[in-house]
Nanobody, 114 residues
Framework: QVQFVESGGGLVQPGGSLRLSCAASGTIFRFYARAWYRQAPGNQRELVATITGHGSTNYADSVKGRFTISRDNTKNTVYLQMNSLKPQDTAVYYC????????WGQGTQVTVSS
């Protein structure tokens, strides 16, 4: 059974930075594509960034140039470096394998506020 554990969230001022981590436990092919998603109150979960098993990346227009997704296949862990944070980035952030049936983790709360 695969579980995702997200961490690294917190309260940050506009313009600040955070680095999120997502560790996968259980049996998961370490070269699966991985993705970060976020869900703000009252909104649907949206895709933020994806990374293939070999490191090709793609980003939502709203975070392009500010966020960077990366991965360490030896640790089965994916990261999201978030710079120049804006209040509209406030959400719970989750990771998963795109288009998969894997369960969602608890997520990690990111709050951008002065």
């Amino acid at each position: 059974q695969v579980q995702f554990v997200e961490s690294g969230g917190g309260l940050v001022q506009p313009g600040g930075s955070l680095r999120l981590s997502c560790a996968a436990s259980g049996t998961i092919f370490r070269f699966y594509a991985r993705a970060w998603y976020r869900q703000a109150p009252g909104n649907q979960r949206e895709l933020v960034a994806t990374i293939t098993g070999h490191g090709s990346t793609n980003y939502a227009d709203s975070v392009k140039g500010r966020f960077t997704i990366s991965r360490d296949n030896t640790k089965n862990t994916v990261y999201l470096q978030m710079n120049s944070l804006k209040p509209q980035d406030t959400a719970v952030y989750y990771c998963n394998v795109p288009d998969s049936q894997f369960s969602w983790g608890q997520g990690t709360q990111v709050t951008v506020s002065s």
